[in-house]
Protein backbone atom coordinates (compact mmCIF):
# COMPACT_ATOMS: atom_id res chain seq x y z
CA UNK A 1 0.00 0.00 0.00
CA UNK A 2 1.79 3.78 -1.10
CA UNK A 3 -0.18 6.82 0.11
CA UNK A 4 0.34 9.94 -2.11
CA UNK A 5 -0.49 13.61 -1.08
CA UNK A 6 -1.75 16.24 -3.74
CA UNK A 7 0.43 18.78 -3.81
CA UNK A 8 1.37 22.01 -5.76
CA UNK A 9 4.07 20.94 -8.12
CA UNK A 10 7.37 21.19 -6.83
CA UNK A 11 8.78 23.46 -9.88
CA UNK A 12 5.63 25.69 -8.97
CA UNK A 13 6.91 29.31 -6.76
CA UNK A 14 4.32 29.66 -4.08
CA UNK A 15 2.38 33.22 -3.24
CA UNK A 16 1.93 33.70 0.45
CA UNK A 17 -1.91 35.56 0.01
CA UNK A 18 -1.72 38.62 1.32
CA UNK A 19 -4.60 38.97 3.97
CA UNK A 20 -2.18 35.95 5.67
CA UNK A 21 -5.07 33.24 5.23
CA UNK A 22 -2.52 30.96 3.29
CA UNK A 23 -1.18 30.09 0.09
CA UNK A 24 -2.73 30.97 -2.93
CA UNK A 25 -3.42 27.65 -4.89
CA UNK A 26 -5.95 27.96 -6.97
CA UNK A 27 -4.71 27.69 -10.82
CA UNK A 28 -1.46 25.96 -10.14
CA UNK A 29 0.03 22.79 -11.40
CA UNK A 30 -0.65 19.99 -8.67
CA UNK A 31 1.45 16.83 -8.81
CA UNK A 32 2.22 13.42 -6.71
CA UNK A 33 3.97 14.53 -3.63
CA UNK A 34 7.31 13.76 -5.27
CA UNK A 35 8.63 11.84 -2.31
CA UNK A 36 5.11 9.60 -2.63
CA UNK A 37 6.08 9.09 -5.85
CA UNK A 38 9.86 8.03 -4.87
CA UNK A 39 7.19 5.30 -2.75
CA UNK A 40 5.12 4.48 -5.27
CA UNK A 41 8.04 3.46 -7.56
CA UNK A 42 9.53 1.48 -5.02
CA UNK A 43 6.21 -0.32 -4.82
CA UNK A 44 6.23 -1.16 -8.14
CA UNK A 45 10.12 -2.36 -8.42
CA UNK A 46 9.35 -4.82 -5.50
CA UNK A 47 6.23 -6.14 -7.78
CA UNK A 48 8.58 -6.42 -10.56
CA UNK A 49 10.80 -8.17 -8.74
CA UNK A 50 7.88 -10.77 -7.60
CA UNK A 51 8.04 -9.38 -4.03
CA UNK A 52 4.87 -7.78 -4.04
CA UNK A 53 1.75 -9.43 -5.25
CA UNK A 54 -0.46 -6.64 -5.68
CA UNK A 55 0.23 -2.34 -5.51
CA UNK A 56 -2.73 -0.33 -3.95
CA UNK A 57 -2.06 3.50 -3.92
CA UNK A 58 -4.29 5.35 -1.95
CA UNK A 59 -4.65 9.39 -1.20
CA UNK A 60 -7.00 10.48 1.70
CA UNK A 61 -8.10 14.24 0.61
CA UNK A 62 -10.22 16.51 -1.70
CA UNK A 63 -12.05 14.48 -4.67
CA UNK A 64 -9.78 16.14 -7.03
CA UNK A 65 -6.78 13.71 -5.56
CA UNK A 66 -7.81 11.48 -8.07
CA UNK A 67 -6.15 13.11 -10.47
CA UNK A 68 -2.86 12.02 -9.16
CA UNK A 69 -4.70 8.44 -7.91
CA UNK A 70 -4.57 8.42 -12.14
CA UNK A 71 -1.45 9.33 -12.31
CA UNK A 72 -0.41 6.62 -9.78
CA UNK A 73 -2.12 3.69 -11.75
CA UNK A 74 -0.65 4.89 -15.12
CA UNK A 75 2.90 4.63 -13.49
CA UNK A 76 2.02 1.10 -12.92
CA UNK A 77 -0.54 0.97 -9.51
CA UNK A 78 -2.82 -2.33 -9.70
CA UNK A 79 -5.84 -0.33 -7.83
CA UNK A 80 -6.51 3.12 -6.31
CA UNK A 81 -8.50 3.83 -3.55
CA UNK A 82 -9.57 7.61 -2.58
CA UNK A 83 -10.85 8.59 0.80
CA UNK A 84 -12.67 11.49 0.05
CA UNK A 85 -12.30 14.12 3.15
CA UNK A 86 -14.42 17.54 3.40
CA UNK A 87 -11.51 19.72 4.84
CA UNK A 88 -8.01 19.37 5.26
CA UNK A 89 -6.60 16.82 7.55
CA UNK A 90 -3.73 16.85 10.06
CA UNK A 91 -0.94 14.27 9.81
CA UNK A 92 -3.07 12.75 13.03
CA UNK A 93 -6.22 12.56 11.05
CA UNK A 94 -4.23 11.10 7.97
CA UNK A 95 -2.75 7.98 10.02
CA UNK A 96 -5.87 7.03 11.60
CA UNK A 97 -7.60 7.08 8.14
CA UNK A 98 -4.36 4.81 7.28
CA UNK A 99 -4.84 3.23 10.05
CA UNK A 100 -8.33 1.96 9.21
CA UNK A 101 -7.63 1.27 5.53
CA UNK A 102 -4.75 -1.17 6.84
CA UNK A 103 -6.98 -2.85 8.94
CA UNK A 104 -9.37 -3.54 6.12
CA UNK A 105 -6.55 -4.29 2.86
CA UNK A 106 -3.64 -5.64 5.41
CA UNK A 107 -0.99 -4.74 2.87
CA UNK A 108 2.17 -6.31 4.44
CA UNK A 109 4.40 -3.37 3.61
CA UNK A 110 3.20 1.05 4.00
CA UNK A 111 5.32 3.06 2.15
CA UNK A 112 4.84 6.82 1.72
CA UNK A 113 7.17 9.93 1.40
CA UNK A 114 9.20 10.82 4.73
CA UNK A 115 7.25 14.22 4.30
CA UNK A 116 4.74 16.46 2.01
CA UNK A 117 6.66 19.53 0.63
CA UNK A 118 3.56 21.70 1.16
CA UNK A 119 3.31 21.32 4.92
CA UNK A 120 6.68 19.31 5.67
CA UNK A 121 5.18 18.06 8.79
CA UNK A 122 6.85 14.94 8.03
CA UNK A 123 4.62 12.83 10.57
CA UNK A 124 2.15 10.49 8.79
CA UNK A 125 4.23 7.64 8.47
CA UNK A 126 5.87 7.54 12.14
CA UNK A 127 2.53 7.90 13.17
CA UNK A 128 0.59 5.53 11.32
CA UNK A 129 3.29 3.20 13.01
CA UNK A 130 2.38 4.30 16.22
CA UNK A 131 -1.20 3.77 15.91
CA UNK A 132 -0.85 -0.09 14.00
CA UNK A 133 1.61 -0.49 16.67
CA UNK A 134 3.86 -2.02 13.56
CA UNK A 135 7.88 -1.48 12.57
CA UNK A 136 8.83 2.20 11.25
CA UNK A 137 11.87 2.59 8.98
CA UNK A 138 11.83 5.95 8.10
CA UNK A 139 14.04 8.11 5.67
CA UNK A 140 14.75 4.82 3.76
CA UNK A 141 17.42 4.73 0.51
CA UNK A 142 17.25 1.11 0.24
CA UNK A 143 15.00 -1.47 0.64
CA UNK A 144 15.22 -4.99 0.64
CA UNK A 145 12.95 -7.44 1.77
CA UNK A 146 13.92 -10.95 2.14
CA UNK A 147 10.73 -13.16 3.70
CA UNK A 148 9.01 -11.89 6.95
CA UNK A 149 11.39 -8.90 6.95
CA UNK A 150 12.75 -5.94 5.32
CA UNK A 151 16.19 -4.70 5.59
CA UNK A 152 16.15 -0.88 5.21
CA UNK A 153 18.87 1.35 5.03
CA UNK A 154 17.85 4.96 6.35
CA UNK A 155 19.36 8.47 5.85
CA UNK A 156 20.59 9.74 9.40
CA UNK A 157 22.52 12.62 10.37
CA UNK A 158 25.78 10.02 11.85
CA UNK A 159 25.31 8.66 8.56
CA UNK A 160 23.56 5.62 7.31
CA UNK A 161 21.71 3.32 9.60
CA UNK A 162 21.11 -0.29 8.56
CA UNK A 163 17.70 -1.44 10.59
CA UNK A 164 15.87 -5.10 10.16
CA UNK A 165 11.95 -4.80 10.70
CA UNK A 166 9.35 -7.65 10.80
CA UNK A 167 6.81 -6.99 8.34
CA UNK A 168 4.24 -5.70 7.94
CA UNK A 169 6.06 -2.13 8.41
CA UNK A 170 5.98 1.42 7.60
CA UNK A 171 8.47 2.53 5.29
CA UNK A 172 8.76 6.35 4.70
CA UNK A 173 11.20 7.04 1.25
CA UNK A 174 14.28 9.68 1.02
CA UNK A 175 15.60 10.86 -2.14
CA UNK A 176 18.30 8.16 -2.88
CA UNK A 177 16.02 5.33 -3.19
CA UNK A 178 15.29 5.75 -6.64
CA UNK A 179 14.32 7.71 -10.15
CA UNK A 180 10.53 7.39 -10.55
CA UNK A 181 9.70 6.24 -13.91
CA UNK A 182 8.05 8.74 -16.25
CA UNK A 183 4.25 8.03 -17.53
CA UNK A 184 4.27 6.61 -21.14
CA UNK A 185 0.92 7.92 -22.88
CA UNK A 186 0.03 4.01 -23.26
CA UNK A 187 -0.30 3.74 -19.61
CA UNK A 188 -2.35 6.63 -19.51
CA UNK A 189 -5.06 5.46 -21.43
CA UNK A 190 -4.48 2.00 -19.98
CA UNK A 191 -4.82 3.37 -16.44
CA UNK A 192 -8.60 4.72 -17.36
CA UNK A 193 -9.95 1.25 -17.22
CA UNK A 194 -7.76 0.18 -13.86
CA UNK A 195 -10.10 -0.12 -10.56
CA UNK A 196 -10.28 3.22 -8.59
CA UNK A 197 -12.73 2.68 -5.78
CA UNK A 198 -13.78 6.20 -3.34
CA UNK A 199 -14.74 6.28 0.02
CA UNK A 200 -16.13 8.98 2.47
CA UNK A 201 -14.07 9.70 5.39
CA UNK A 202 -17.08 9.54 7.66
CA UNK A 203 -17.60 5.99 6.43
CA UNK A 204 -13.83 4.85 8.30
CA UNK A 205 -15.80 5.91 11.73
CA UNK A 206 -12.58 7.90 12.63
CA UNK A 207 -11.58 11.14 14.54
CA UNK A 208 -10.22 13.05 12.05
CA UNK A 209 -11.12 16.81 13.42
CA UNK A 210 -8.09 19.19 13.26
CA UNK A 211 -6.79 20.47 16.62
CA UNK A 212 -3.89 22.38 15.49
CA UNK A 213 -5.15 25.80 14.08
CA UNK A 214 -3.29 27.64 11.44
CA UNK A 215 -3.97 31.53 12.74
CA UNK A 216 -2.40 33.21 9.62
CA UNK A 217 0.45 32.87 6.94
CA UNK A 218 3.22 34.97 5.63
CA UNK A 219 5.67 35.57 3.55
CA UNK A 220 9.38 35.22 5.11
CA UNK A 221 11.43 38.15 5.74
CA UNK A 222 12.92 38.91 2.06
CA UNK A 223 16.69 38.67 1.72
CA UNK A 224 18.57 42.25 1.59
CA UNK A 225 19.18 43.19 -2.01
CA UNK A 226 22.75 41.99 -2.84
CA UNK A 227 25.48 43.96 -5.26
CA UNK A 228 27.38 42.60 -8.19
CA UNK A 229 31.23 42.64 -8.85
CA UNK A 230 33.00 42.73 -11.68
CA UNK A 231 35.58 40.18 -11.46
CA UNK A 232 36.79 37.57 -9.11
CA UNK A 233 39.24 39.21 -7.68
CA UNK A 234 36.93 42.08 -6.29
CA UNK A 235 34.39 39.21 -5.26
CA UNK A 236 37.30 37.25 -3.16
CA UNK A 237 37.94 40.98 -1.87
CA UNK A 238 34.32 41.32 -1.17
CA UNK A 239 33.90 38.13 0.40
CA UNK A 240 36.93 39.14 2.83
CA UNK A 241 35.57 41.84 3.64
CA UNK A 242 32.13 40.75 5.24
CA UNK A 243 34.15 37.73 7.08
CA UNK A 244 32.65 34.81 4.85
CA UNK A 245 36.32 34.02 3.91
CA UNK B 1 -1.48 25.98 34.25
CA UNK B 2 2.02 26.88 34.67
CA UNK B 3 3.90 25.31 31.89
CA UNK B 4 6.29 22.09 32.44
CA UNK B 5 8.48 21.52 29.85
CA UNK B 6 10.10 17.99 28.94
CA UNK B 7 13.17 18.08 26.43
CA UNK B 8 13.93 14.83 24.22
CA UNK B 9 17.43 14.87 24.61
CA UNK B 10 19.69 13.40 21.88
CA UNK B 11 22.90 11.59 22.25
CA UNK B 12 25.31 10.12 19.53
CA UNK B 13 27.49 7.30 20.72
CA UNK B 14 28.46 8.34 24.56
CA UNK B 15 28.29 11.80 23.77
CA UNK B 16 25.00 14.55 24.29
CA UNK B 17 24.56 16.53 20.75
CA UNK B 18 24.29 19.88 20.01
CA UNK B 19 20.53 19.51 19.13
CA UNK B 20 19.85 18.84 22.89
CA UNK B 21 21.09 22.58 24.17
CA UNK B 22 19.29 24.47 21.29
CA UNK B 23 16.32 22.28 22.48
CA UNK B 24 16.27 23.77 25.70
CA UNK B 25 17.16 27.02 24.47
CA UNK B 26 13.60 26.87 22.31
CA UNK B 27 12.05 25.11 25.70
CA UNK B 28 13.21 28.24 28.13
CA UNK B 29 10.62 30.77 26.03
CA UNK B 30 7.75 28.35 26.91
CA UNK B 31 8.75 27.96 30.59
CA UNK B 32 11.92 29.46 32.92
CA UNK B 33 12.64 25.63 33.87
CA UNK B 34 13.45 22.97 31.78
CA UNK B 35 13.34 18.92 32.38
CA UNK B 36 15.29 16.80 29.84
CA UNK B 37 14.92 12.74 29.48
CA UNK B 38 18.39 11.28 28.31
CA UNK B 39 18.40 7.66 26.60
CA UNK B 40 22.04 6.37 27.37
CA UNK B 41 23.96 3.26 29.35
CA UNK B 42 24.58 4.26 32.72
CA UNK B 43 28.24 5.17 32.64
CA UNK B 44 28.11 7.52 29.59
CA UNK B 45 28.37 11.41 30.17
CA UNK B 46 25.22 12.36 28.60
CA UNK B 47 23.38 12.83 31.81
CA UNK B 48 25.77 14.98 32.97
CA UNK B 49 26.18 17.25 29.87
CA UNK B 50 22.40 17.69 30.15
CA UNK B 51 22.74 18.60 33.93
CA UNK B 52 25.26 21.70 33.35
CA UNK B 53 23.24 23.55 30.78
CA UNK B 54 21.46 26.53 31.98
CA UNK B 55 17.85 26.17 32.42
CA UNK B 56 17.95 22.57 32.94
CA UNK B 57 16.12 22.13 36.29
CA UNK B 58 16.56 18.17 36.49
CA UNK B 59 17.50 15.13 34.12
CA UNK B 60 15.61 12.36 33.65
CA UNK B 61 18.06 9.23 32.88
CA UNK B 62 16.84 6.34 31.72
CA UNK B 63 19.76 3.80 31.30
CA UNK B 64 19.47 2.23 27.53
CA UNK B 65 21.73 0.05 26.02
CA UNK B 66 23.01 1.69 22.22
CA UNK B 67 21.42 2.60 19.92
CA UNK B 68 17.88 4.16 20.39
CA UNK B 69 15.36 2.84 17.83
CA UNK B 70 12.23 5.14 17.64
CA UNK B 71 9.59 2.05 17.96
CA UNK B 72 11.13 1.25 21.41
CA UNK B 73 12.20 4.55 22.53
CA UNK B 74 8.50 6.30 21.87
CA UNK B 75 6.60 4.13 24.96
CA UNK B 76 9.08 5.51 27.31
CA UNK B 77 8.83 9.05 26.07
CA UNK B 78 5.03 8.68 26.34
CA UNK B 79 5.35 7.84 29.68
CA UNK B 80 7.82 9.98 30.93
CA UNK B 81 5.61 13.09 29.45
CA UNK B 82 2.52 12.42 32.09
CA UNK B 83 2.75 15.67 33.87
CA UNK B 84 4.46 17.95 31.38
CA UNK B 85 2.24 20.24 29.37
CA UNK B 86 5.10 20.52 26.54
CA UNK B 87 7.69 17.91 25.12
CA UNK B 88 10.15 18.89 22.63
CA UNK B 89 12.30 16.81 20.82
CA UNK B 90 14.96 18.39 18.25
CA UNK B 91 14.44 18.12 14.37
CA UNK B 92 17.35 16.05 13.46
CA UNK B 93 16.72 12.77 12.02
CA UNK B 94 16.54 11.72 15.68
CA UNK B 95 13.61 13.88 16.74
CA UNK B 96 11.71 13.71 13.50
CA UNK B 97 11.53 10.04 13.50
CA UNK B 98 10.86 9.76 17.11
CA UNK B 99 8.75 12.91 17.96
CA UNK B 100 5.27 11.70 15.87
CA UNK B 101 5.42 8.34 17.04
CA UNK B 102 5.36 9.53 20.56
CA UNK B 103 2.42 12.73 19.77
CA UNK B 104 0.30 9.47 18.03
CA UNK B 105 0.91 7.21 21.15
CA UNK B 106 -0.08 10.28 22.95
CA UNK B 107 -3.14 10.99 20.77
CA UNK B 108 -2.01 14.54 20.09
CA UNK B 109 -0.86 16.22 17.07
CA UNK B 110 2.40 17.58 16.35
CA UNK B 111 4.18 20.93 15.44
CA UNK B 112 7.29 20.21 13.65
CA UNK B 113 10.20 22.05 13.16
CA UNK B 114 9.16 25.29 15.15
CA UNK B 115 11.05 28.41 14.76
CA UNK B 116 9.58 31.02 17.21
CA UNK B 117 7.28 30.66 20.25
CA UNK B 118 4.93 33.05 20.54
CA UNK B 119 3.37 32.04 23.85
CA UNK B 120 2.83 28.94 25.45
CA UNK B 121 0.38 27.09 23.02
CA UNK B 122 1.47 29.53 19.84
CA UNK B 123 4.17 29.06 17.17
CA UNK B 124 6.26 29.94 14.31
CA UNK B 125 7.09 27.22 11.64
CA UNK B 126 8.26 27.45 8.18
CA UNK B 127 5.61 25.67 5.36
CA UNK B 128 6.61 25.05 1.91
CA UNK B 129 10.34 24.78 2.00
CA UNK B 130 10.43 28.19 4.38
CA UNK B 131 8.41 30.13 1.52
CA UNK B 132 5.97 30.93 3.86
CA UNK B 133 5.60 30.88 7.64
CA UNK B 134 2.88 29.39 9.73
CA UNK B 135 1.49 30.59 12.81
CA UNK B 136 -0.21 27.59 15.01
CA UNK B 137 -2.11 27.50 17.90
CA UNK B 138 -2.21 24.08 19.71
CA UNK B 139 -4.98 23.48 21.65
CA UNK B 140 -5.53 24.35 25.18
CA UNK B 141 -5.21 21.67 27.70
CA UNK B 142 -3.29 18.42 25.48
CA UNK B 143 -0.15 18.08 25.34
CA UNK B 144 2.17 20.19 22.94
CA UNK B 145 4.45 17.43 21.04
CA UNK B 146 7.27 19.56 18.72
CA UNK B 147 9.86 19.48 17.09
CA UNK B 148 12.67 22.45 17.52
CA UNK B 149 14.14 23.63 13.77
CA UNK B 150 17.84 23.81 15.22
CA UNK B 151 19.06 26.66 12.72
CA UNK B 152 16.65 29.34 14.67
CA UNK B 153 18.12 28.63 18.16
CA UNK B 154 21.69 29.03 19.52
CA UNK B 155 22.87 26.83 22.37
CA UNK B 156 22.69 28.60 25.62
CA UNK B 157 25.31 29.71 28.45
CA UNK B 158 26.43 26.98 31.02
CA UNK B 159 24.53 26.71 34.08
CA UNK B 160 26.45 27.47 37.49
CA UNK B 161 25.27 24.83 38.97
CA UNK B 162 24.82 21.52 37.55
CA UNK B 163 20.87 19.96 37.96
CA UNK B 164 20.22 16.63 39.59
CA UNK B 165 20.20 13.68 37.41
CA UNK B 166 17.34 10.89 38.31
CA UNK B 167 18.32 7.49 36.82
CA UNK B 168 15.88 4.85 36.37
CA UNK B 169 15.61 2.19 34.23
CA UNK B 170 13.59 1.63 30.94
CA UNK B 171 9.97 0.93 31.90
CA UNK B 172 8.60 -1.35 29.26
CA UNK B 173 10.55 -3.92 27.38
CA UNK B 174 11.73 -3.40 23.62
CA UNK B 175 9.46 -4.59 21.05
CA UNK B 176 11.43 -7.20 19.31
CA UNK B 177 10.42 -6.42 15.44
CA UNK B 178 12.49 -3.72 14.93
CA UNK B 179 16.46 -4.51 15.17
CA UNK B 180 19.47 -2.25 14.61
CA UNK B 181 22.03 -4.18 12.24
CA UNK B 182 24.94 -1.71 11.71
CA UNK B 183 25.47 2.18 11.32
CA UNK B 184 27.66 3.08 8.71
CA UNK B 185 29.37 6.83 8.93
CA UNK B 186 30.03 8.77 6.10
CA UNK B 187 33.36 9.95 7.06
CA UNK B 188 35.27 11.00 3.62
CA UNK B 189 37.83 13.73 2.70
CA UNK B 190 35.24 16.19 1.80
CA UNK B 191 32.88 17.86 4.09
CA UNK B 192 29.30 16.76 4.28
CA UNK B 193 26.78 18.11 1.47
CA UNK B 194 24.08 18.69 4.20
CA UNK B 195 26.40 20.19 7.40
CA UNK B 196 29.17 21.77 5.45
CA UNK B 197 29.76 25.26 6.02
CA UNK B 198 30.65 25.81 2.78
CA UNK B 199 29.02 24.70 -0.36
CA UNK B 200 30.38 25.09 -4.09
CA UNK B 201 27.84 23.91 -6.47
CA UNK B 202 27.37 23.76 -9.94
CA UNK B 203 24.55 23.49 -12.54
CA UNK B 204 23.65 22.77 -16.15
CA UNK B 205 25.81 25.48 -17.84
CA UNK B 206 28.93 23.43 -16.80
CA UNK B 207 27.57 20.94 -19.29
CA UNK B 208 29.26 17.66 -18.55
CA UNK B 209 30.71 15.16 -15.89
CA UNK B 210 34.36 16.19 -16.99
CA UNK B 211 33.39 19.77 -16.59
CA UNK B 212 32.11 19.17 -13.50
CA UNK B 213 34.87 17.62 -12.11
CA UNK B 214 36.45 21.06 -12.03
CA UNK B 215 34.46 22.09 -8.92
CA UNK B 216 35.94 19.96 -6.97
CA UNK B 217 39.74 21.75 -6.97
CA UNK B 218 37.55 24.89 -6.20
CA UNK B 219 35.87 23.36 -3.75
CA UNK B 220 39.35 21.72 -2.07
CA UNK B 221 40.89 25.39 -1.95
CA UNK B 222 37.86 26.43 0.26
CA UNK B 223 37.44 23.46 2.50
CA UNK B 224 33.79 23.29 0.68
CA UNK B 225 31.40 20.67 -0.05
CA UNK B 226 29.82 20.04 -3.76
CA UNK B 227 26.66 20.60 -4.86
CA UNK B 228 24.63 20.57 -7.74
CA UNK B 229 20.82 21.79 -9.20
CA UNK B 230 18.66 19.64 -10.12
CA UNK B 231 19.23 20.47 -14.08
CA UNK B 232 22.90 18.96 -13.33
CA UNK B 233 21.86 15.81 -11.83
CA UNK B 234 19.24 15.56 -14.57
CA UNK B 235 21.51 15.64 -17.07
CA UNK B 236 23.81 13.03 -15.75
CA UNK B 237 26.64 15.37 -14.41
CA UNK B 238 26.88 14.13 -10.67
CA UNK B 239 25.01 11.67 -8.59
CA UNK B 240 21.58 12.15 -6.83
CA UNK B 241 22.80 12.34 -3.68
CA UNK B 242 24.52 15.80 -4.75
CA UNK B 243 21.27 17.69 -5.42
CA UNK B 244 20.39 20.59 -3.56
CA UNK B 245 16.82 21.84 -3.57
CA UNK B 246 13.15 21.42 -1.93
CA UNK B 247 13.49 17.75 -3.68
CA UNK B 248 17.53 17.45 -2.07
CA UNK B 249 19.19 18.61 0.33
CA UNK B 250 17.83 22.03 1.47
CA UNK B 251 21.08 23.71 3.71
CA UNK B 252 22.27 26.37 5.58
CA UNK B 253 26.11 27.28 5.03
CA UNK B 254 27.50 30.33 5.63
CA UNK B 255 28.47 30.71 2.33
CA UNK B 256 26.90 29.32 -0.92
CA UNK B 257 28.68 29.80 -4.31
CA UNK B 258 26.23 28.84 -7.34
CA UNK B 259 28.30 28.34 -10.34
CA UNK B 260 25.94 28.26 -13.52
CA UNK B 261 23.48 27.26 -11.79
CA UNK B 262 19.78 29.64 -13.05
CA UNK B 263 18.05 28.98 -10.14
CA UNK B 264 14.73 27.34 -10.32
CA UNK B 265 12.63 27.54 -7.51
CA UNK B 266 12.94 24.54 -5.82
CA UNK B 267 16.88 24.96 -6.16
CA UNK B 268 16.21 28.47 -4.13
CA UNK B 269 14.19 26.72 -1.66
CA UNK B 270 17.38 24.56 -0.87
CA UNK B 271 19.43 27.45 0.16
CA UNK B 272 17.66 31.00 0.51
CA UNK B 273 18.87 30.05 4.62
CA UNK B 274 22.49 30.25 3.55
CA UNK B 275 24.09 32.77 5.09
CA UNK B 276 25.79 34.89 2.22
CA UNK B 277 24.77 33.39 -1.10
CA UNK B 278 27.04 34.04 -4.17
CA UNK B 279 26.10 33.60 -8.11
CA UNK B 280 28.45 32.91 -11.24
CA UNK B 281 26.62 33.08 -14.17
CA UNK B 282 26.95 34.31 -17.49
CA UNK B 283 22.95 35.03 -17.99
CA UNK B 284 22.89 38.63 -16.16
CA UNK B 285 18.80 38.25 -15.89
CA UNK B 286 19.28 34.89 -14.21
CA UNK B 287 16.41 34.16 -11.15
CA UNK B 288 19.65 33.27 -8.97
CA UNK B 289 20.81 36.93 -8.83
CA UNK B 290 17.49 37.99 -7.20
CA UNK B 291 18.30 36.41 -3.58
CA UNK B 292 22.38 36.51 -4.44
CA UNK B 293 24.46 38.64 -2.09
CA UNK B 294 27.04 38.87 -4.00
CA UNK B 295 26.93 38.48 -8.06
CA UNK B 296 29.15 38.19 -11.07
CA UNK B 297 28.33 38.00 -14.24
CA UNK B 298 30.47 35.66 -16.12
CA UNK B 299 31.03 32.12 -17.70
CA UNK B 300 31.99 29.60 -15.46
CA UNK B 301 34.69 28.63 -17.28
CA UNK B 302 36.63 31.44 -17.61
CA UNK B 303 35.27 32.28 -13.69
CA UNK B 304 36.72 29.33 -12.05
CA UNK B 305 40.18 29.22 -12.91
CA UNK B 306 39.91 33.21 -12.34
CA UNK B 307 38.85 32.63 -8.81
CA UNK B 308 40.62 30.11 -7.67
CA UNK B 309 43.84 32.48 -8.88
CA UNK B 310 41.51 35.16 -6.69
CA UNK B 311 41.64 33.02 -3.75
CA UNK B 312 45.39 32.02 -4.33
CA UNK B 313 46.66 35.14 -4.48
CA UNK B 314 45.08 37.76 -2.73
CA UNK B 315 46.84 38.35 0.89
CA UNK B 316 44.29 37.07 3.70
Redesign the interface.
Known sequence: MVCIKRV?D?????R?KPDGTG?AVDGLKMSIN??DEIALEEALRLKERGQAGEVLVVSIGAADAQQQLRTGLAMGADRALLVEAAAPL???GV?RALHALVARERPDLVLLGKQA???????????????WD??????ASRVEIAGTHA?VT?????????????LP?VVTTD??LN?PRYVKLPEILKAKKKPLDVLRLDSLGIDARA??????????AP??R????????E??????Q?G?? | MAARVLVVGESTGDLLSASTAKCVACAREIAPDVEVAVFASRAAPVAAAAAALAGVTRVLHVEWPAPALAAALAPEVARLAAGFTHVLGPSSTFGKDLMPRVAALLGVGQISDVMRVLDPQRFQRPIYAGNAIATVRAPAGRTVVATVRLASYAAGAAAREAAPVDARAPVGAPPSHTRFVELRSQRADRPDLQTATRVVAGGRALGSTDNFARLYELADELGAAVGASRAAVDSGFVPNELQVGQTGKIIAPELYLAIGISGAIQHLTGIKDARTIVAINRDPDAPIFEIADVGLVADWASAVPELLAALRAAPR
Open positions: VYNVRVVVPFEPLAIDDDHAQTGQMLAALRPQATFTREVDAGLEVIEVDALRQEIVVERVDAPRAGIRVRDCALVTVLRRVL
